[in-house]
């Protein structure tokens, strides 16, 4: 009989992530980071705080302005921090932003590990282009934390899916100061809108019946039923784990 490999590549999991339900969440994530950004860029631009009197100012705030901005995942409209004068321009727009492999799996891995302040300085770097200080890292970690941890914890009961398509890639990262392969677990439906869905990610040392099983655990717990079809390669520890946790599904 043969067997077909449904190998995950970098650009396959580029494409899933752009057309699944992440998507929006990236969105949101993109436009707290460099809106915060600008608004930083104000503060130094005047040198004082909101409200103070000092004779270093030099300029006055003036509310806001809506701009758009186009990226790989979409359009996204930004908040403009604006002046009196007129004279001051947020550098965002003078440097060219991207969202390249490195910045995706950046994103990626705040999802599956959580947000971390080593995450987020990388990820400000990527879009904003140079490091920024630490109490401002810290203050975007407080604010982004929610945000994925509202999409990592979301109710998956809230709709069937029908079909669910279940991989491993590995993936190279850094670790104790030296390189490592890790695998990581991905989970991929057809929604109700027949578009595509990531239910979740996970990250593990090796590929086996263990990880898959505890991976399907985290997603039954957050209310995925059993699916009509699961497609998967042949790994035998990932088949074993299908049939034990999605009783009936082909």
Not at 14 to 23: A, F, P, Q, R
Not at 96 to 110: A, P
């Amino acid at each position: 009989m043969t067997q077909f490999q449904f190998n995950l590549n970098m650009d396959t999991l580029k494409e899933s992530v752009m057309n699944s339900s992440i998507e929006p969440v990236m969105k949101s994530m993109i436009v707290l980071i460099l809106n915060e950004y600008m608004e930083k860029e104000r503060d130094d631009y005047l040198q004082v705080d909101h409200y103070e009197r000092s004779d270093l100012r030099k300029d006055y705030r003036n509310g806001y302005y809506e701009r758009e901005m186009m990226y790989q995942i979409g359009r996204v409209k930004l908040r403009v921090p604006r002046t009196r004068s007129g004279e001051f321009s947020p550098s965002i727009f003078e440097k060219y932003l991207r969202c390249d492999q490195s910045f995706i799996m950046s994103m990626l891995e705040m999802f599956v590990n959580g947000v971390s302040t080593r995450r987020v300085n990388h990820i400000v770097q990527e879009l904003c282009g140079e490091t920024v200080s630490k109490s401002f890292v810290s203050s975007l970690t407080k604010k982004l934390d929610p945000i994925v941890r509202e999409w990592a914890e979301r109710p998956l009961n809230t709709e069937y899916y029908p079909y669910v398509f279940v991989d491993a890639m590995y993936i190279k990262v850094r670790e104790h100061h030296k390189v490592v392969s890790k695998a990581v677990y991905i989970a991929t439906a057809i929604n109700e809108n027949h578009s595509r869905e990531i239910l979740g990610l996970n990250v593990s040392h090796e590929e086996s019946f263990e990880a898959w099983k505890a991976f399907f655990d985290q997603l039954k717990g957050r209310g995925l039923q059993s699916p009509k079809l699961v497609i998967s390669d042949a790994h035998a520890g990932l088949r074993k784990a299908i049939q034990k946790e999605f009783i009936g599904t082909a």
